[in-house]
Nanobody, 126 residues
Framework: QVQLVESGGGLVQAGGSLRLSCAASGYTFSLHAMGWFRQAPGQEREFVAA?????????YYRDSVKGRFTIGRDNAKNTVFLQMNSLKPEDTAVYYCARRTGSGSSPYNRESYDYWGQGTQVTVSS
């Protein structure tokens, strides 16, 4: 069955960096686009970044993370990662990776994703 397992979260000071990883199994990883979302306490789960399938040549970011976060994929390792630099306290949230259902769906919408990981906590102190 499809499984997504995130890792790499933790506590970091503002201005620091973290690298999140998501290990996928149970399906042909390279065929699916992937995304990262986050959810802070009391808030809706929001889009962070997404990457196309195959070579991952197309990426998408929410405006507030552009220039600070980088999404990438390693199809040989069935892994998608999120490199987060210049972290801010407002980046504090549980971060989730997810599998997108198809190339025709919007990368920005939660409804476009069919499988989700359990999440990893990122806390940025000021």
């Amino acid at each position: 069955q499809v499984q997504l397992v995130e890792s790499g979260g933790g506590l970091v000071q503002a201005g620091g960096s973290l690298r999140l990883s998501c290990a996928a199994s149970g399906y042909t990883f390279s065929l699916h686009a992937m995304g990262w979302f986050r959810q802070a306490p009391g808030q809706e789960r929001e889009f962070v970044a997404a990457i196309s399938g195959w070579s991952g040549g197309v990426t998408y970011y929410r405006d507030s993370v552009k220039g600070r976060f980088t999404i990438g994929r390693d199809n040989a390792k069935n892994t998608v990662f999120l490199q987060m630099n210049s972290l801010k306290p407002e980046d504090t949230a549980v971060y989730y990776c997810a599998r997108r259902t198809g190339s025709g769906s919007s990368p920005y919408n939660r409804e476009s994703y069919d499988y989700w990981g359990q999440g990893t906590q990122v806390t940025v102190s000021s």
